[in-house]
T-cell receptor, first 111, second 115 residues
Framework: GNSVTQMEGPVTLSEEAFLTINCTYTATGYPSLFWYVQYPGEGLQLLLKATKADDKGSNKGFEATYRKETTSFHLEKGSVQVSDSAVYFC??????????FGKGTKLSVIP | DSGVTQTPKHLITATGQRVTLRCSPRSGDLSVYWYQQSLDQGLQFLIQ???????AKGNILERFSAQQFPDLHSELNLSSLELGDSALYFCASSPQNGGLTDTQYFGPGTRLTVL
């Protein structure tokens, strides 16, 4: 079956530090890949997505590249801010109408 | 604001009871999805409706049921509630019926507490 594995948190960084959250997946076929973010007390928001190999999704300074050869979709940001503190979920959709999520990585950014 | 609304925001009830969660999709979206987020299971897909018809089922218990009405809003019914049903229930909507170009937009969730 489909599955997503992302690095366990929590991750604590100082403001302006570089962020990487690792995500790898197992899926049949050619899935679409997503990063969702959940701010405290809120629902999930789509952060970025990529629908085919070598695509790069980007939004709000965050980037992730769909790597088919390593089945990965790592999330990166060059300089994090306190406002980026949230839980980040990697997810895939493989033609079954449902999203399969990783367990989430909590990021805390301290001033 | 995703445009997806869910009511109520919080719900506290007792074991054995039945509750109904409501979701209004974004204007124009035809698909509605329900997800459960719990500490032990994480985020799990429950069920999808497209234009009033059930299209996909995930890890949904037999005690749970859902429907999508002609105006496209959806309700998730949870019955014979157990302590383990306490979770955050999310609704999401998308314009079409899933697929590579279809993106799901999530509501703020309903937090269910079963005592």
């Amino acid at each position: 079956g489909n599955s997503v594995t992302q690095m366990e948190g929590p991750v604590t960084l100082s403001e302006e530090a570089f962020l990487t959250i690792n995500c790898t997946y197992t899926a049949t076929g050619y899935p679409s890949l997503f990063w969702y973010v959940q701010y405290p007390g809120e629902g999930l928001q789509l952060l970025l997505k990529a629908t085919k190999a070598d695509d790069k999704g980007s939004n709000k300074g965050f980037e992730a590249t769909y790597r088919k050869e390593t089945t990965s979709f790592h999330l990166e940001k060059g300089s994090v801010q306190v406002s980026d503190s949230a839980v980040y979920f990697c997810a895939l959709e493989a033609g079954s109408y449902q999203l399969t999520f990783g367990k989430g990585t909590k990021l805390s950014v301290i001033p | 604001d995703s445009g997806v609304t869910q009511t109520p925001k919080h719900l506290i009830t007792a074991t054995g009871q039945r509750v109904t969660l409501r979701c209004s999709p974004r204007s124009g979206d035809l698909s509605v999805y329900w997800y459960q987020q719990s500490l032990d299971q994480g985020l799990q897909f429950l069920i999808q409706y497209y234009n009033g018809e059930e299209r996909a089922k995930g890890n949904i218990l037999e005690r749970f049921s859902a429907q999508q009405f002609p105006d496209l809003h959806s309700e998730l019914n949870l019955s014979s509630l157990e302590l383990g049903d306490s979770a955050l229930y999310f609704c999401a909507s998308s314009p079409q019926n899933g697929g590579l170009t279809d993106t799901q937009y999530f509501g703020p969730g309903t937090r269910l507490t079963v005592l």
